[in-house]
DNA sequence: CTCATCGTTCGGCGCTCGCCGAACTGTGTG
DNA sequence: CACACAGTTCGGCGAGCGCCGAACGATGAG
């Protein structure tokens, strides 16, 4: 079926065709919806995944298929169950980088109440994948950038002082295969960068592992408790209201 | 035609949707080979990227018309010609991210020796939009990084050393817009990462204004000319043979 | 003016692909 | 063992979309 064209070389015509393959899997509104959903950084079942994009069992099973194959999830079964996430960090970049280019366009204009309340719960604070992100990802970035600890001006990293932060708080930054410790994530909805990589995963964890946040619904929202809100006015000098 | 299904709230179908409509964009082999050749960072005719893909101009306009609306391509009418490029930087990074992804599954194996040639030369040295990559990129970025004047271990950011450096180069860094001084891209041939942002697009427009470097071929490759060498080997302690 | 060239619009063809329901396999439960 | 439930496979339907050639405007050259 490959129809020989003239005009470009063989292999630019494979980097386009591999190009494009990649780009189908996300180009379908049910898979899109996977991908966003599984955002969380958790594992779903294929059942979940169905229900939430609302198609039937057979056609998630489908789709679940061609991302695995694609290498965009890794799977992982138990018993009668199948587990799905994201593959890696890298994937979920790219999803998250696509999704930040859409936003833009699509300027939130919420219907009902409740997904007001929705939209501003996930505006207040959620999750990237393995990180932190919306105005909490935000307020955590511009601190750390004010004390001192992470650099933007030049780039975007932390300094010497930011990974002793690191060790003081408890959660040493060690750096696995090519990701880097620091990287600049672009927010969909403050339009700012916030803190990615190795660090920013390390401290997403370090805050939901003591209680300085907690996941509500089933996406990626987090909520600050109030626990979490004194930490981070001691540590960061985070001023509540900021984050309301 | 939007059928109104359970299980997700509205706002998180837009999102799909919205995804969906962006990867769609990409996910057409004719359109996916315009958007690698734009990367060159200049502009094409309409005409040269229908022969470039090998398709009848009535299907490139189709074609360019979507990428145009989808905010891909900025467009400029001359006369009766129609030239077209990326819409920015940004749109640029996304495309060679999903290329980068790409590549490890496209493992290169050149069939003709004119391909092998091309495909060499494609991986001694290219552009990525308005910065160097390929062995020529990494070499510099290697350079930078031993001289102080990159840091890499705690995120990509260059150091007080490095803006002085670019300032004697007579090339000053200004931030303009949202767009970083210093940011890592991934090479998809020599999977490391090199210096793009601001920076990389001011030391890539430095090089080829001053013949450091020419465009060879029509596409993204570039050539390191003998004055190339000597000022690379003077100023960054680049070893010519590096670039061999 | 005449002609060539660049680009766009339109109609029609054919393929791909997402969707479902039904039938089937495999796993855990009572 | 029977039964409920998670997931997969298959056949078939319908819509969407990429492709082309032909006809048509618009621009620039001789």
Redesign the pocket.
């Known amino acids: 079926?490959t129809s020989s064209r003239p005009g470009r070389t063989s292999s630019a015509r494979a980097e386009a065709a591999g190009l494009a393959a990649l780009a189908?899997l996300v180009a379908?509104?049910?898979r899109a919806g996977f991908l966003l959903a599984l955002l969380d950084g958790r594992a779903w079942?294929?059942?979940e995944l169905a229900r939430h994009a609302?198609?039937?069992?057979?056609?998630a099973?489908?789709?679940?298929?061609?991302l695995v194959a694609g290498g965009l999830l890794a799977e992982e079964r138990?018993?009668?169950?199948?587990y799905v996430r994201l593959a890696d960090a890298r994937v979920a970049q790219l999803v998250e980088d696509l999704a930040a280019q859409v936003a833009p366009t699509a300027a939130v204009r919420p219907r009902t109440l409740r997904e007001a309340g929705a939209g501003s719960a996930m505006a207040r604070g959620r999750t990237c994948y393995d990180h932190l992100a919306g105005r909490l990802g935000i307020a955590v970035t511009d601190a750390l950038t004010g004390l001192g600890l992470l650099r933007q001006d030049t780039g975007f990293a932390l300094t010497d002082e930011g990974v002793r932060w690191f060790d003081g708080l408890g959660v040493p930054l060690v750096r696995t295969g090519r990701r880097p410790i620091a990287r600049a994530c672009l927010d969909w909805t403050e339009r700012r960068p916030h803190l990615a990589g190795v660090a920013g995963a390390a401290l997403c964890r370090h805050a939901l592992d003591t209680g300085w946040c907690v996941r509500i619904g089933s996406e990626r929202a987090v909520k600050v408790t109030a626990e979490g809100e004194r930490a981070l006015s001691e540590l960061l000098g985070i001023q509540p209201e900021t984050l309301h």
């Open positions: 079926m189908s379908d509104e049910t079942t294929a059942g609302g198609v039937a069992a057979s056609t099973s489908e789709h679940l298929g061609k138990q018993g009668r169950h199948r």
